[in-house]
């Protein structure tokens, strides 16, 4: 079974702070796809990062980077210099093409960044 | 592309009435998904289809609810009869399976109400 864990159901920061979000998945795939989606309180899923498994190196998407390990299937998201606009809601998500591309999502993450 | 578009944006309905939540993919992505968000639940995946072919549903939580996908730009989710227990944000996704990590690109939600 697939799984995906965000243990942290809300979580703020300083405006121009660096904040963490955490995410553990589970699965016996060697090949997937993992994602950070980003829901503001227009309620779109907007997508923040993507990661390869097969690739070694961090995704980095200007202020927002991954931290990926991959034995300890732990895949965090980091803001940095945290912004106003940035307080939404944030989903972990994990996509193998084995499960027919099935998208598994976290129970996300409440970020509220404090001016 | 307009992106993924749904309809209605807000629904409220009595106890009891049919209602029908529409969805049109992006041209072209094969993949199809149907989600549902509570504070209390998070996402939820309803259902999946494939080349407009349903491949799970084990997330349908009762008879109540039905999904169809009849083309490939054009999908529905009833629930009949309705009950306040489904009052939630309905999303559909789609994706192109096959592309290299593609992401799920979501419409903008339904949001249902039943009184």
């Known amino acids: 079974a697939q799984t995906v864990t965000q243990s942290q159901p809300e979580m703020s920061v300083q405006e121009a702070e660096t904040v963490t979000l955490s995410c553990t998945y589970d699965t016996s795939e060697n090949n997937y796809y993992l994602f950070w989606y980003k829901q503001p309180p227009s309620r779109q899923m907007i997508l923040v990062i993507r990661q390869e498994a097969y690739k070694q190196q961090n995704a980095t998407e200007n202020r927002f980077s991954v931290n990926f390990q991959k034995a300890a299937k732990s895949f965090s998201l980091k803001i940095s210099d945290s912004q106003l606009g940035d307080t939404a809601m944030y989903f972990c998500?994990?996509?193998?093409?084995?499960?027919?591309?099935?998208?598994?999502f976290g129970t996300g993450t409440s970020l509220t960044v404090i001016p | 592309d307009a992106g993924v578009i749904q309809s209605p944006r807000h629904e409220v309905t009595e106890m009891g009435q049919e209602v029908t939540l529409r969805c049109k993919p992006i041209?072209?992505?094969?993949?199809l998904f149907w989600y549902r968000q509570t504070m209390m639940r998070g996402l939820e995946l309803l259902i999946y289809f494939n080349n407009n072919v349903p491949i799970d549903d084990s997330g349908m939580p009762e008879d109540r609810f039905s999904a169809k996908m009849p083309n490939a730009s054009f999908s529905t989710l009833k629930i009949q009869p309705s009950e306040p227990r489904d009052s939630a944000v309905y999303f559909c996704?789609?994706?192109?399976?096959?592309?290299?990590?593609?992401?799920?690109?979501f419409g903008q939600g339904t949001r249902l109400t039943v009184v």
């Open positions: 041209s072209g992505h094969n993949s």
């Open positions: 998500a994990f996509m193998t093409p084995n499960t027919g591309n099935q998208f598994y």
């Open positions: 996704a789609s994706a192109l399976e096959g592309g290299a990590g593609t992401e799920a690109f």
